[in-house]
């Protein structure tokens, strides 16, 4: 079994920075990509970033492009994110999650981290 603890969240002021962490752990963690999903009050889960495991390949959805930066440290089986020029509508809770296969769905999801951003 894997579990994800995210970290980091917190209240920042629009244009601030927080550094978002996931901590992957488990007998044996492996996972084909892992991603950063949110979901704030009234809406749908949504996708922000992705990446590759083990290429570092990474997908941002258009909403986040140019400010935030996904990052994997293998050897800590730690996710990152971090998230620059923030934005009120960038409110929400963020989850990091973890495909172990191919093609596969995110199988694993943490807990979730609130974020909150002041205008």
């Known amino acids: 079994q894997v579990q994800l603890v995210e970290s980091g969240g917190g209240l920042v002021q629009a244009g601030g920075s927080l550094r978002l962490s996931c901590a992957a752990s488990g007998r044996t963690f492996s996972a084909h990509r892992m991603a950063w999903f949110r979901q704030a009050p009234g809406k749908e889960r949504e996708l922000v970033t992705r990446i590759t495991w083990n290429t570092g390949f990474t997908y941002y959805a258009d909403f986040v492009k140019g400010r935030f930066t996904i990052s994997r440290d293998n050897v800590k089986n730690t996710l990152y994110l971090q998230m620059n020029s923030l934005k009120p509508e960038d409110t929400a809770v963020y989850y990091c999650?973890?495909?172990?296969?191919?093609?596969?769905?995110?199988?694993?999801w943490g807990q979730g981290t609130q974020v909150t951003v002041s205008s």
């Open positions: 999650a973890a495909a172990p296969e191919y093609g596969g769905r995110y199988d694993y």
